[in-house]
T-cell receptor, first 112, second 113 residues
Framework: SQQGEEDPQALSIQEGENATMNCSYKTSINNLQWYRQNSGRGLVHLILIRSNEREKHSGRLRVTLDTSKKSSSLLITASRAADTASYFCATDAPNSGYALNFGKGTSLLVTP | DSGVTQTPKHLITATGQRVTLRCSPRSGDLSVYWYQQSLDQGLQFLIQYYNGEERAKGNILERFSAQQFPDLHSELNLSSLELGDSALYFC????????????FGPGTRLTVT
């Protein structure tokens, strides 16, 4: 079953703009991770944020986590055409062996 | 390159057949996870092994089985294949029993005809 739900399902922006994707989940988590997938290829790990953290940065990526609202957001600043991909949030919990529960993803298109 | 390798890249087979997918985790990682990605179900967790032992089970069909060998590589066996088993199968590895980053392989695309 899907734990996370990303919003929006699809996002189209121009190069240089910021892209924000949101993720909501249903049950208590240990960690939340964001992944990128280019068309039918492997998933690339972007960032992991633990349940006791509120914000994390990595290069042009900024992730926030609000456990009270069971939600997270991924901000990509100054987007590039190479950022075009699907972005997934995934949560894990100790009672499920830390297996990742993925959302359906946000499809991001960055046009030059 | 995540350091996780999967073979084969593509597999085309007929209904009723059996296939084996192979995964080698990143050097030093003891956990291996298997996931299935299909258009209708999205990314679904199948099973996890840690240091040779089954650690967690997800939405894995009884026709599917897996194991992790002493050298830590893992195999996912799919039998009595049905059209609906056509999907991308990913293996991921992590350093501990869980709660850390999982690094994904490039996947095996299975097509059942």
């Amino acid at each position: 079953s899907q734990q996370g739900e990303e919003d929006p399902q699809a996002l189209s922006i121009q190069e240089g703009e910021n892209a924000t994707m949101n993720c909501s989940y249903k049950t208590s988590i240990n960690n939340l991770q964001w992944y990128r997938q280019n068309s039918g290829r492997g998933l690339v790990h972007l960032i992991l944020i633990r349940s006791n953290e509120r914000e994390k940065h990595s290069g042009r990526l900024r992730v926030t986590l609000d456990t009270s609202k069971k939600s997270s957001s991924l901000l990509i600043t100054a987007s590039r055409a190479a950022d075009t991909a699907s972005y997934f949030c995934a949560t894990d919990a100790p009672n499920s062996g830390y297996a990742l529960n993925f959302g359906k993803g946000t499809s991001l298109l960055v046009t030059p | 390159d995540s350091g996780v390798t999967q073979t084969p890249k593509h597999l085309i087979t007929a209904t009723g057949q059996r296939v084996t997918l192979r995964c080698s985790p990143r050097s030093g990682d003891l956990s291996v996870y298997w996931y299935q990605q299909s258009l209708d179900q999205g990314l679904q967790f199948l099973i996890q092994y840690y240091n040779g032992e089954e650690r967690a089970k997800g939405n894995i069909l009884e026709r599917f089985s897996a194991q992790q060998f002493p050298d830590l590589h893992s195999e996912l066996n799919l039998s009595s294949l049905e059209l609906g088993d056509s999907a991308l199968y990913f293996c991921a590895s992590s350093v501990g029993q869980g709660g850390n980053e999982q690094y994904f392989g490039p996947g095996t695309r299975l097509t059942v005809t």
